[in-house]
């Protein structure tokens, strides 16, 4: 019922900056809490940040401090910007909504989960 749409990677130099997009459709998204995971082949799912139905975010020690996570409810998207880009960030950035908290633990049913955006930092 509810789909989730990637945009916005692509290849950058490390150091640099991205700004991701996911687009929602649907109903009561302003209801769901919704985040960003990765995945990179032969590593398990990584959380990377949150943000709450009421705005609370939470981030991953590895990206807090250089990403940030926003929503704009009357656009029904959730934004990633990325800052200051590591080859370690490199990844298939993966959209996540669910009406449950907290949504760091990327519950696998009952949640939905977009394609994903491949991001590329080079050395």
């Known amino acids: 019922q509810v789909h989730l749409v990637e945009s916005g990677g692509g290849l950058v130099q490390a150091g640099g900056s991205l700004r991701l997009s996911c687009a929602a459709s649907?109903?009561?998204?302003?209801?769901?809490?919704m985040g960003w995971f990765r995945q990179t082949p032969g590593k398990e799912r990584e959380f990377v940040a949150a943000?709450?139905?009421?705005?609370?975010?939470e981030y991953a020690d590895s990206v807090k401090g250089r990403f940030t996570i926003s929503r704009d409810n009357a656009k029904n998207t959730v934004f990633l910007q990325m800052n200051s880009l590591k080859p370690e960030d490199t990844a298939v950035y993966i959209c996540?909504?669910?009406?449950?908290?907290?949504?760091?633990?990327?519950?696998?049913?009952?949640?939905?989960w977009g394609q994903g955006t491949q991001v590329t930092v080079s050395s």
């Open positions: 996540n909504g669910d009406n449950r908290w907290p949504l760091r633990i990327g519950r696998p049913l009952g949640a939905y």
């Open positions: 649907g109903r009561t998204f302003s209801s769901y809490a």
């Open positions: 943000i709450s139905w009421s705005g609370y975010t």
